[in-house]
């Protein structure tokens, strides 16, 4: 599974982004896609996770502030971010939960990541 994000880049404080997420390649399925992100010197965390059929998931800290939404026609997550903060910057990174053809295990996939910054 291959995961290709975009939408990162530098705004301001108080503006908007809308990250995407696509995925592609030979799996059975895809149960959860999601969004995670690591600022500098930090531990990589949840945003917010999507699973099929599932309660929808955010971090405290983008509650009422994010909106995570999925294209399953698509293979496609989005993330549309508002209000956003200084804290908000990091690299966001796709990830998917994937059931693999071959085996029918599931594995985490991850994107390369994508650079949001916010300033002040």
Known sequence: ??????GGGLVQAGGSLRLSCVASGSFFSINAMGWYRQAPGKQRELVAAMPVGG???YADSVKDRFTISRDNGKNTVYLQMNSLKPEDTAVYYCNAKATSLASLSEYD???QGT????SS
């Open 1 to 6: 599974v291959q995961l290709v994000e975009s």
């Open 55 to 57: 309660k929808v998931q």
């Open 109 to 111: 996939y991850w994107g």
């Open 115 to 118: 650079q949001v910054t916010v």
